[in-house]
Every structure is written in structure tokens, then in C-alpha cells.
């Protein structure tokens, strides 16, 4: 990948909530604060000895850094599983919703393993229209790696180089029922993932004499010291 030319997404919303809503933001900026505060290394009571967390781990990192945070768009207080919340911009197009949190009836999940009878899932209304660059679709998921979050965003996979002209909503499983507290404006409710349209096929082979050595020499490596996939394999992404 050309780092000199980035691909960029477009992010278009009303003018009445220009200087209202939270921006979308790279997911890099984005970290929690238990994985700032989290060291490097620890011990390891199995092996006798100190390792490497997943702070230090690129494949982990990664999935957590790539991509766009779309966050709340404003605080959410939830009280013995009430919401409540106070948004209501000026000049707001009547056609949309002014809510930062709908729902949907559990008959649209009848099946799923994340159904609970008694309970609605939870939407996430998003009020920007996200473009994509063409032969581009946008993966939309919980925010990697945040068991964290009161809730879990199903995930699903949009078209946003040609369905782009209206927001999109993100829904979710709260799965909390304890949580009481205000989920602030701002919290990732959704991270966005630009994939590329390609036919994909699958090839099965075994491995060669040479593809062999090689496995061994790199799995030795690893084992013998830190940082090898991170300095020989690992692409920059940004």
C-alpha cells in the first residue's frame, strides 16, 4: 500500500448538527484506557518467567487501531434498564430521528443465540453518511477487542461506495443488565472498517520441503526472541 496516497472516507452530515454531533475518529486515537494503562510485559506463572502482553502484540494492536471509532452522540443515562437522554438540536430535518438510541422488537432476531425474550435490542442511530472510495464496502463492529463496553454491536457489512445518502444505524445486544450509569457522548459505538470487493477462491496444499524449513526457521526464531513478526512482517498502516 502507497502511504503517500491514502484512501479517504467521507463523512457528511446535517448542517443543524455540524457543531453538535462528535466526529468520527481514527481508531488509533481512540484506545481505552485499560490498554494504555496495561504494561508491556508481566509474568508468566505457567512458564516461570516474564512475557510479552498483548500491548506488545502487532496482530492485536492492529485490529484495534484500524479504521474509524463512529461514536455516541450524546450521553445516554441508563437507570434499572431505562434510557433516557438530552438531544434535541435546532433546525433538525423533521424526516430523521432526534433519538441517539431506538430499538428493535426481539421477533427480528427470533433464533439467534444473542436473543434474549424479555429484552429489545438497542440501536444506535447514526447521524453521518459514510462514503466509501468505489469497489469499497465498509465492515461496521463492536470495537475490536472491548468486552469493556456495557454492549455488543452486531456486525454487518454496507455497499458505502454506492449507498451512502442516507445514516446508518448500529444495532446492538446490551448485555449489562447491571449497568447503571451515564454512557458518555463520544463512546465508540461502532468501529468502521473499509474492506475491498474481491472474489475470493481457496487453494489446499501441503507443505514443501523448503516451505518446511522455513516454518521451523521462523517458529525457532520467535521462540528464541521478541519483535520478529513486527520487524520483518508486519505492513504499516497509516
Known amino acids: 500500500m502507497d502511504q503517500t496516497k491514502p484512501m479517504t472516507l467521507t463523512f457528511r452530515c446535517l448542517p443543524a448538527l455540524e457543531k453538535v454531533l462528535p466526529r468520527p475518529i481514527p481508531a488509533v486515537q481512540g484506545l481505552p484506557e485499560w490498554f494504555k494503562s496495561m504494561p508491556a510485559k508481566a509474568f508468566d506463572l505457567t512458564m516461570g518467567s516474564e512475557t510479552e502482553t498483548v500491548k506488545r502484540c502487532p496482530p492485536f494492536i492492529d485490529a484495534m487501531t484500524y ?52 429484552r429489545f435490542v438497542i440501536k444506535f442511530n447514526c447521524f453521518w453518511n459514510i462514503e466509501a472510495p468505489p469497489g469499497y464496502s465498509l465492515l461496521f463492529t463492536h470495537p475490536v477487542n472491548r468486552a469493556d463496553l456495557p454492549f ?87
Open 67 to 118: 479504521g474509524f471509532f463512529i461514536p455516541l452522540a450524546a450521553d445516554v443515562e441508563v437507570r434499572d434498564g431505562e434510557f433516557t437522554w438530552d438531544f434535541a438540536p435546532e433546525g433538525f430535518a423533521s424526516e430523521f430521528s432526534q433519538s441517539p438510541i431506538a430499538f428493535h422488537d426481539p421477533g427480528q432476531i427470533v433464533g439467534a443465540p444473542f436473543l434474549d425474550e424479555d
Open 152 to 238: 455488543t454491536t452486531l456486525t454487518g457489512l454496507v455497499d458505502s461506495d454506492m449507498f451512502h445518502h442516507s445514516p446508518l444505524s448500529f444495532p446492538a445486544r446490551w448485555h449489562d443488565a447491571q449497568f447503571n450509569g451515564v454512557l458518555p457522548k463520544g463512546t465508540p459505538v461502532a468501529q468502521c472498517m473499509p474492506v475491498k470487493r474481491e472474489s475470493w477462491t481457496g487453494r489446499f496444499e501441503v507443505l514443501s520441503a523448503e516451505a518446511t524449513d522455513r516454518m521451523i526457521e521462523i517458529r525457532t526464531a520467535i521462540a528464541r526472541e521478541t519483535g520478529v513478526y513486527r520487524r520483518q512482517f508486519r505492513v504499516p498502516k497509516r
